[in-house]
């Protein structure tokens, strides 16, 4: 079965790459470069993941999982992608519901084998 | 001089000379404020354009792994190598635009302390632990000093490891290769009971007397004995510094040209320790 991805980022340098490496390994991507773009998120079930920029231009990134959450959509699994994760930074995280945080740029095998493992 | 004005000048009231310089103070008060509000605005265009960097830095250098991976398509030896020079120096970049950006926003609004006690051994064999793989690829012998009694400490950990990883980047980056590079950590002998010295030591270049102090001024550089050639921002100690003091403990170094470098630093102990 083809496991679904939502890439929420706002940068089109940053989900372009992403893309290309979660494709690469036959995950169907779709991202949205704002909060409210993910919030509509308009697949007829959850998303296996979400792949969340902490900083998006209408909200905090973490405003998302409760958007979605509103809609009824829960996801088995987010992971947060931040420039900076300093301990009050990943107690945020966790505290929002995020599986994993991990630091920009993640290493691509890195980011792969934690996809994976996440929707697994 | 027409006759009349020293007489004028005599003539004014103290009053009249106390009002012109209240008025000089109330002058330079404003040109105080105005240097403070022009300070804190490069502070912030500091802050933003190094944020701002990161992005397009972020994609070049995740373009660049999936091209060495092979993701897009089989890459030569050569292509490989070429391409790892790009994320090398793009990783470098950086980690120099976060020192940056950490040294706008602690000048903006000064950084507090987020504490909690933890194991200092642990604490050592998780930083030592990330860069052993730089460590072999250098040729460089890493060595963990810790004695079993050192009690844990009360800190804020990811300052904390911000100065370790600092100080033994700088202990990998000018020891020749053979060398040695070592952490230990013990109670401090000359405050046992509320602080934990612990050492970042090598037998690398080593640094002159006369820069022992220099060397933690911010933007500073030690590059004058030759030998040393530094490409980072020379914000690095200024910041291990100021992190070590704000939890009350010092830093300082022993360290002569040829003869290695030894960096010391305290941290407080946890109380009832």
Known sequence: MVRRILLVEDSELISSGLRILLESRGYEVTIAASAAAAIEWSGETAPDLVLLDLTLPDADGLEVIEGLSQRGIRPRAVVALTGH???????????????????????????????????? | MPEGADTLVAGRTAQARIALLESEIAEAQVLIGELRDRDLLKTQFLSNISHDLRTPLTAIITHAEILREGILGDVTPKQRESISVIITGGRQLLDMIAEILMHARDSSEPSTLVESEFSVQELVEQVTTLN????ARKGLVLERRLSPEVPPVRAD??????????LLGNAFEFTPPGGSVWVSAARSPDDPARFVLLEVGDTGLGIAQDHHELIFREFAQVDSSASRVH???????????????????????????????????????????
């Open chain 1, 85 to 120: 994760a300093d301990a009050a930074t990943r107690e945020r995280c966790a505290v929002a519901g995020c599986d994993a945080v991990l630091v920009k740029p993640v290493p691509v095998q890195e980011l792969l084998r934690i996809v994976s493992d996440k929707v697994a």
């Open chain 2, 132 to 135: 052993e793989s730089l460590v």
């Open chain 2, 157 to 166: 950990r990811d300052k904390v490891i911000h100065v370790l990883t600092n």
């Open chain 2, 231 to 273: 490409h980072g921002t020379g914000l690095g100690l200024t910041i291990a510094r100021r992190f070590v003091e704000l939890h009350g403990g010092r830093i300082w170094l022993e360290s002569e040209l040829g003869r290695g470098s030894r960096f010391f630093f305290t941290l407080p102990i946890r109380p009832d320790h």
